[in-house]
């Protein structure tokens, strides 16, 4: 089952306003990750926080995490049409290996 | 070296066929991922490798998945007695051991198989 979920599972927004998508996961983490997909294509990641960080910054990206909750946000300012696409949360866990798993991601729509 | 890259892009296949597809991650990264994705959600674990070895395999690969990766180079996901429920995107990652807690994934751009 996946870890993350991200609400909300849509977003329209108009160009130029902030778009804030959250994540929440269910058991303890050694990282989240951000990523972007792109109709059809493969995933980029745009960011990653430790458990032992509270706030992270990337260009017009700004990334969250509190742990005590166990949820996440991430909000991306000034957003342009360039910007629609899916994105998803990702948890990495120690299960005696690292693997990474995904939520059911949000999808941003941003209109010109 | 640019990137991860997956062959084929797109593979149309009848049910009961067997299909095989390639991943070649970036060349430092000693590990490598196998994701399946449907429409919609987000991309499920299938297996992974460090090196040569597979370290884990999700209960999702049932006994027609299986997965190599001969001297740790490149991977193959080969998929016997295709099923109409196969049809996905099967995407493939990299990433060092120890970036992954800081880097996150490499991500190739994914083979979409259809199953007819």
């Known amino acids: ?112 | 070296d640019t990137g991860v890259s997956q062959n084929p892009r797109h593979k149309i296949t009848k049910r009961g066929q067997n299909v095989t597809f390639r991943c070649d991650p970036i060349s430092e990264h000693n590990r490598l991922y196998w994701y399946r994705q449907t429409l919609g959600q987000g991309p499920e674990f299938l297996t992974y490798f460090q090196n040569e070895a597979q370290l884990e395999k999700s209960r999702l690969l049932s006994d027609r998945f299986s997965a190599e990766r001969p001297k740790g180079s490149f991977s193959t996901l080969e998929i016997q007695r295709t099923e109409q429920g196969d049809s996905a995107m099967y995407l493939c990652a990299s990433s060092l051991v120890a970036a992954s807690a800081n880097y996150g994934y490499t991500f190739g751009s994914g083979t979409r198989l259809t199953v007819v």
């Open chain 1, 1 to 112: 089952s996946q870890q993350g979920e991200e609400d909300p599972q849509a977003l329209s927004i108009q160009e130029g306003e902030n778009a804030t998508m959250n994540c929440s996961y269910k058991t303890s983490i050694n990282n989240l990750q951000w990523y972007r997909q792109n109709s059809g294509r493969g995933l980029v990641h745009l960011i990653l926080i430790r458990s032992n960080e509270r706030e992270k910054h990337s260009g017009r990206l700004r990334v969250t995490l509190d742990t005590s909750k166990k949820s996440s946000s991430l909000l991306i300012t000034a957003s342009r049409a360039a910007d629609t696409a899916s994105y998803f949360c990702a948890t990495d866990h120690n299960t005696g290996g690292f693997k990474t798993i995904f939520g059911a991601g949000t999808r941003l729509f941003v209109k010109a």
